[in-house]
């Protein structure tokens, strides 16, 4: 757990809990304990068993970055523990294990922002473990809670997994005994769900309803896929071997040649269980990369498996190790750096923030004069700032509001004396949004940060 320790002042960042995804963690439980239901009364895009363990964690501990973190290492170090039975199954030598543990800096920071990352990645890396060792079975009940968890990548493993369990079965009996305890698993999570969100908004997030339309309201995959990791506007040759996308490239072109020329990349034969799981990884790269692409570290655990897999040949991995070093080393600096910037806020639910962020919410104290304040942001500024407004929406993002959390939320706003939404350098273009930008009218700019902007009423009237 050293890289969650190296990371732990950039996880617990304050604009992360006031701003974005850590927040909306944060917030999410609060909207389930507030009675809204999700996908009927907030935008969500996750599964219902996020949701569920954030009651079930968060309930106990608190909503606090302390707690949040604590849940996030306690996932990591379960999904890590996944990783490594399949780096014992594999055999893979030295160039496996350093890979995995290397690996494990960008997981620990990925899985940072929101508790359904880590849950995912670990249900997901013990099933190709389970997978691995052939027992398909057991590997499906947790592919199918990985669903529950998050309706994407789990849901193709679900369906994959069916696929090789009715391929092997040598009759409908044996095809039974092989599916009965997912679906029992299934069925077990979906009423557990049911119990704590009720069955209208467990049914809307166990399929991936709002996640389609938000998807389809931003840019196809292709581009996302593109312009974020493949060739990112102004970039050169130093981008790939500075980052982690030289790795993620080279890693995926050896799992799709090991897939389709094994011979030629293993020196394996087609049969065995060790390329079935490669085939599987394969078939799941190339689904998220081309039909629902996005945070792509919280997959590199899934590409490693796939490519110990289907690449045995050692200059491959070799090359895999030196990319995986170089790329690695600007996530570290990074982090060595949080730990000279930020300072921990016990009184800010944990965070940990830079002086210029402490000053920027210090400024909104002094605009408010006591006035109620209004934040317009995605994550949990009830918790951060006293006596704060917010809004009662999980993600601020186009695709994810419904129409109905617009037209809430640009009434609060049209109310309020003093609104806070996020500063361009943090997230642009919230405050033009059509539905949002005309209630906006009625108020000025009195400060503008890095971080934040608060707008005032002017003539302290509310508009129509």
């Known amino acids: 757990m050293a890289f969650f320790a190296l990371h732990y002042p950039d996880r617990a960042a304050l604009p992360s809990y006031l ?12 909207l389930v304990e507030s009675g809204l239901r999700p996908g009927v009364d907030f ?21 606090t970055a ?62 190709l473990a389970f997978h691995l060792e052939g027992r398909r079975r057991w590997a499906l009940v947790l592919a199918v809670l990985a669903a529950l968890v998050k309706p994407s990548m789990g849901l ?20 039974w005994r092989q599916l009965w305890p997912g679906l029992l698993a299934g069925l077990s999570g979906l009423l557990v769900c049911v119990a704590v969100l009720g069955g209208m908004g467990t049914f809307r997030t166990a399929l ?29 040759f130093r981008y790939y071997l500075g980052t982690l996308a030289g790795f993620w490239l080279a890693a995926s072109v050896l799992l799709i040649l090991g897939v389709l020329r094994p011979r030629v990349i293993r020196g394996g034969v087609q049969g065995d269980t060790r390329f079935e799981v490669a085939l599987t990884c394969a078939a799941l790269h190339v689904a998220f990369a081309t039909l629902f692409f996005g945070p792509w570290l919280n997959y590199l655990g899934l590409l490693l498996v796939g490519v110990l897999c289907a690449v045995e040949v050692r200059s491959a991995r070799g090359a895999l190790v030196m990319l995986v070093l170089v790329g690695s080393k600007a996530l570290a600096v990074g982090a060595v750096g949080a730990w000279r910037e930020r300072a ?11 002086p210029e962020e402490v000053r920027e919410l210090e400024e909104v104290v002094r605009v408010a004069d006591g006035r109620p304040v209004l934040f317009v942001t995605t994550g949990y500024p009830e918790g951060l700032v006293p006596g704060a407004l917010a809004t009662r929406s ?6 994810v509001l419904f129409p109905s959390e617009q037209e809430a939320i640009a009434r609060q706003v049209r109310a309020a004396p003093v609104v806070v939404v996020p500063a361009a350098p943090m997230l642009d273009g919230l405050s033009r949004e059509p539905w949002l930008e005309p209630s906006l009218a009625g108020h000025r700019a009195a400060f503008r940060g890095r971080m934040v902007d608060v707008l005032v009423m002017e003539g302290g009237t509310p508009s129509p």
């Open 156 to 175: 193709l493993y679900t369906a994959l997994l069916v696929l090789w369990i009715l391929k092997h079965a040598k009759g409908a009996r044996e095809a």
């Open 394 to 399: 999980w993600f601020l993002v186009p695709g």
């Open 43 to 63: 935008g969500y895009t996750y599964g219902p068993l996020s949701l569920v363990l954030g009651r079930a964690t968060y309930g106990v501990l608190g909503r």
């Open 344 to 354: 921990p806020m016990p009184d800010r639910m944990g965070t940990w923030a830079r």
């Open 208 to 236: 991936p309803l709002v996640g389609v339309v938000h998807y389809s309201a931003r840019a196809s995959s292709w581009t996302r896929l593109i312009e974020s990791l493949v060739a990112p506007p102004g970039v050169n």
């Open 66 to 127: 302390t707690a949040h973190l604590f849940i996030v290492a306690v996932l990591s170090l379960f999904a890590f523990v996944g990783l490594a039975r399949c780096l014992i199954r594999l055999e893979g030598g030295w160039t496996a294990l350093v890979l995995a543990l290397v690996l494990t800096q960008p997981l620990v920071s990925s899985f940072g922002f929101n508790l359904t990352y880590g849950a995912e990645a670990a249900l997901l890396l013990h099933a």
């Open 19 to 30: 701003l974005t995804d850590a927040g909306a963690s944060l917030k999410g439980d609060w």
